[in-house]
């Protein structure tokens, strides 16, 4: 059984396409190479398996043949075992049976934690915090397992009761949780208002099957009862999803029959053109899309089309660059092949795609497209616009980049520890517009830091280190070492000193999640909002029709 199962993986895997990705013999000649190949692989794990000195994981040996077939293809073709199914349907449709919470493992003591419980789900409604750390699920003690085994026992048939033992941080004994699991709909429009009294701001965070119908429900509600006169999509971060969602958001801001994105794959036949299916919307409102460098596939088809047809600017900075387009293949065993099948191109003909996987460097690395190898296109109204590497804004807002410290701050469990204990001795808080963090509540949180340990490295520091090695080998520190010990000063962690530094991103990160414990997603957006450039700007361009116009017009000023 163990043999047919994997020859039944192969032979799926051939019969998807992907295999042995070159065409360029005859296709007779290429269907003698895979079999030939197949017999050989075939044959290798049987003898490895029953000769091999010691005992062979047959299951793990094949996978990890699979895993590198497919990872010297592209990071997006990869092979989905039946354990791991749930969670794929669950992005394609943002739904699952469970708890409706983030769970996280800690990095010290051990343990998962919940990290955030969702606006109306089943942990939020049994009263279960952030921060509370999950003893036992049921019978079983699940203190030592991993947050994603967890994670696999609170899933479950909706309707489908269980009691959580839980340790709240402050509290002494563990307390017992009823919960009762319900089908979890994650909503893909975080938050949608009003800013500057008249222009609608809605943030869009992936692209389900769902997500269309998200955006126009948010999106009528704008226009017809807060009668807003522009409008702001949000799509920094959001990674992707489903192609159809793109087109159908579109379809809300363009005449019905546009060609919105084509595609075109090695088998002819699966060529395609997406068109917007149905009546528009609005094809006249003013509109502006935020994206940045995580705003990926189907999130930058809907930016860079609508700025291809000039019915929308962009603002941010330059999109992610993937110009490629996943499809799913079953496999024997309720396993899944997501396979790259095409490439796509948007209005005016151009592939964003960046990176070029079909030609890697000796090391296997996968060089950008520069820019001096795209070519131009132009949008409807001719504006010159260029394929290779994303979607360029029109009024592009550089982001500060995150230093180190920011990254170990997010990643550690101190900050969370904090903000729990600060919100077990806050009950409430002012609504998201009023709120403000003290600098006293700041400098309690850099003695909290320093009295937990916090550490972070500092990639200055290393790369000190490896300078002075190497300078110390060829012989220039026998003349004069004081540069190295200047600098040794200058990188030599200072958890006081860096928190001074880099206060304003300390704050702005201690506030976003101190208003997420009191009004979950959408707070913590709106709090992220209150200083954001990229925003701003937008927000100046729609206020401006003049500039507007001549933005999408291509007019010099």
């Not at 969670?87 to 708890?99: A, H, M, P, R, S």
């Not at 942990?123 to 085994?149: M, P, R």
């Not at 500039?547 to 017009?553: E, F, I």
Request: aromatic share 10%; glycine share 8%; with cysteine.
């Amino acid at each position: 059984m163990q043999r047919k199962r994997i020859f039944g993986w192969l032979c799926a895997l051939w019969l998807s396409g992907v295999v042995f990705p070159g065409w360029a013999q005859e296709k007779n000649d290429n269907h003698f190479e895979v079999s030939k190949n197949l017999d050989i692989f075939n044959a290798l794990v049987k003898e490895v398996e029953m000769f091999y000195v010691d005992s062979v994981d047959v299951d793990k040996t094949v996978r990890r043949g699979i895993d590198a077939m497919l990872g010297g293809l592209d990071p997006y073709t990869e092979y989905i075992p039946e354990e791991d199914m749930g969670d794929f349907k669950q992005l394609v449709t943002g739904e699952y049976g469970g708890i409706g919470a983030y769970i996280r493992q800690r990095r010290t003591n051990g343990g998962t934690m919940i990290i955030e419980p969702f606006e109306g789900m089943p942990a939020a409604e049994a009263g279960l915090k952030a921060g509370d750390l999950i003893l036992a699920i049921d019978t079983v003690d699940v203190s030592t397992f991993s947050s994603d085994k967890v994670s696999e026992l609170l899933k479950g048939v909706p309707n489908s009761k269980m009691v959580l033992t839980i340790q709240r941080p402050g509290e002494k004994k563990p307390r017992k949780v009823e919960v009762v699991r319900k089908q979890v709909l994650v909503n893909q429009v975080t938050w949608y208002g009003v800013e500057n009294d008249s222009i609608g701001y809605i943030y869009l965070q992936s692209f389900t099957d769902k997500s269309a119908q998200e955006v126009k429900k948010a999106f009528l509600d704008l226009k017809e009862n807060h009668h807003i006169k522009a409008l702001v999509l949000d799509l920094r971060n959001n990674g992707g999803g489903i192609l159809d969602g793109a087109v159908q958001i579109v379809g809300m801001f363009t005449p019905k029959g546009t060609k919105v994105v084509s595609t075109q794959a090695k088998n002819k036949a699966m060529n395609r053109i997406y068109r917007t299916p149905v009546d528009p919307i609005d094809t006249v409102m003013p509109m502006a899309v935020l994206i940045n460098g995580s705003s990926a596939s189907a999130a930058e088809i809907l930016s860079g089309s609508l700025q291809d047809m000039d019915r929308a600017v962009l603002v941010g900075q330059r999109s992610f660059g993937k110009g490629l387009v996943q499809a799913s293949r079953d496999l024997p065993y309720n396993g899944n092949l997501k396979v790259t099948i095409s490439k796509y191109y948007i209005p005016s003909g151009r592939c964003i795609q960046q990176l070029d996987y079909s030609h890697r460097r000796a090391d296997g690395s996968v060089a950008a497209i520069p820019d001096s190898l795209t070519s131009v296109f132009y949008t409807r109204n001719g504006r010159p616009v260029r394929d290779g590497g994303g979607v360029r804004p029109e009024f592009e807002v550089e982001e500060p980049k995150m230093p180190t410290l920011m990254y170990y701050l997010a990643v550690d469990t101190v900050l969370l520890d904090f903000v729990t204990d600060w919100a077990q001795k806050h009950k409430t808080i002012p609504p998201v517009e009023e709120f403000q963090l003290s600098d006293e509540d700041f400098e309690a949180f850099k003695a909290y830091a320093s009295e937990k340990g916090f550490t972070y490295d500092r990639q200055s520091e290393k790369a000190l280190k490896n300078l002075k090695e190497v300078a110390e080998f060829e012989g220039y520190l026998e003349d004069d070492s004081t540069l190295f010990k200047t600098l040794e000063e200058k990188l030599t962690p200072n958890l006081g000193r860096d928190f001074d530094r880099f206060k304003p991103e300390i704050k702005r990160l201690l506030s976003a999640e101190i208003v997420k414990r009191y009004y979950y997603q959408k707070g913590e957006l709106r709090q992220n909002l209150k200083d954001d450039k990229v925003l701003a700007k937008a927000l100046q361009v729609l206020a401006d029709p003049v500039l507007y116009r001549k933005t999408l017009s291509g007019e010099k000023e």
